[in-house]
């Protein structure tokens, strides 16, 4: 019987492997920056993150109880859980904090056939002021991601808050039918809709929002026409130009018409993906009032990668380490295991077989990966790529195993 339910998966060799190379790799870059690995809890309270995001990923919130009988729903944004943790464990002088996780987010799926569950990788910074903390994320996400051995990142920089303050010019029903096209794509409908807006300053910046993407002369256009906000654009403009400096301009595409379908972000955004295919791998940005909904002063930003995607469309390198399959034969195992222990510490990788019986345990060992045949009875080792035999004393070195 099946035990893994329609929406979730197993994921294992060498995608996980992958997987797990690139999370050290993440944290190994991160953590020297001051950010503290973060476990959040799998149930979210329900009443609580409905009133912290929108109708569409309420409709997509996978609910349960907890064991006590409160309404929950499994993980569904781990940001939520960030600030929840700063603002129930942490005083306001203890602030700015930064933090790093790995973990799964669960929401139903849009549609059947998809996954219900995500792996995520992401880091979060809570509670500075003053400028710096996007470009240190965005810089760090950069450097991590460009040290990969997959296709070229792309990064599409937007800002909610001059939608957000350029939107109040417009009747609500026009404004909730404009930004419901952005966040569903209907780019069709929108140019419909942004045609029959009624007369106001900003007609002309709405009519052109879907198409304000590209380098910096976007940014100085889109100060022209957002008559009455031109201010709205400054803080894009600042880390821009702090990410061109830092040598990241060739990556960087602005996308003024970037939306989100979580309610709390509130400023500066972006989306991360592959250039060559469009794939997004990942996003993120500021949400300073979800701060303020806890109590606390002070901005945030924070991103996520969708690590199972990262990891299918990054290279696993070349192993350094050969591999060798040691067969135990019967052996004592504390023997076995010293000897493995042994030959790990020479830099190689080692996988043991138990069993006693072995009629093909070449052609086993080659099928496994392994180069190198460890035969614990005869104390040798083989080359299965040469046949070459070495005693296994003259491989370690010296009388070991006599």
Not at 46 to 68: C, G, W, Y
């Amino acid at each position: 019987m099946k035990l893994t339910p329609r929406g979730c998966r197993n994921v294992g060799g060498d995608v996980a492997m992958v997987a797990e190379d690139l999370r050290k790799d993440f944290m190994d870059t991160f953590i020297p920056y001051g950010y503290k690995p973060f476990w959040p809890a799998g149930l979210q309270l329900l009443e609580a993150i409905t009133a912290k995001v929108n109708a569409n990923l309420q409709n997509r919130l996978v609910v349960t109880n907890s064991f006590h009988g409160e309404p929950c729903a499994l993980r569904a944004d781990i940001t939520l859980g960030v600030v929840d943790y700063c603002a129930s464990h942490f005083e306001a002088h203890e602030r700015p904090l930064r933090l790093c996780y790995t973990e799964r987010i669960y929401r139903r799926p849009k549609s059947p056939d998809k996954n219900m569950e995500r792996l995520q990788m992401g880091a979060e910074l809570i509670g500075w002021e003053g400028e710096g903390a996007d470009v240190e994320l965005i810089g760090l996400l950069l450097a991590y991601l460009n040290k990969l051995n997959c296709p070229k990142i792309g990064i599409a920089l937007g800002d909610v808050s001059l939608i957000q303050r350029a939107i109040k010019y417009l009747p609500r029903a026009y404004a909730m039918s404009l930004l419901g096209c952005l966040e569903e794509g209907k780019m069709d409908e929108y140019a419909r809709i942004a045609r029959d807006l009624p007369p106001s300053p900003l007609s002309i910046f709405f009519e052109e929002l879907p198409w304000l993407k590209g380098n910096a002369e976007i940014l100085y256009r889109a100060s022209r026409l957002l008559k009455g906000v031109e201010e709205a654009i400054e803080p894009l403009k600042s880390i821009y130009a702090e990410l061109v400096k830092m040598g990241y301009g060739d990556c960087i595409v602005i996308d003024l018409s970037l939306v989100r379908e979580l309610d709390y972000y509130s400023g500066p955004i972006f989306d991360v993906y592959f250039e060559d295919t469009g794939i997004p791998i990942g996003g993120g940005g500021r949400y300073d009032t979800l701060l303020e909904r806890h109590g606390m002063l002070g901005q945030a930003v924070g991103f996520a990668l969708d690590l199972e995607v990262l990891a299918l469309n990054t290279v696993k390198p070349a192993a350094e380490a050969q591999k060798i399959l040691l067969w135990a034969q019967g052996s004592q195992p504390a023997s076995v295991l010293a000897c493995a222990k042994e030959i790990t510490s020479l830099g190689y990788c080692v996988e043991i077989m138990w069993r006693e019986r072995a009629p093909e345990v070449s052609e086993l060992a080659r099928k496994r990966g392994c180069n190198l045949l460890l035969d614990l009875n005869k104390k040798s080792i083989t080359d299965l790529v040469s046949g070459d035999e070495t005693f296994l004393d003259d491989f370690l070195g010296g009388d070991i195993y006599d």
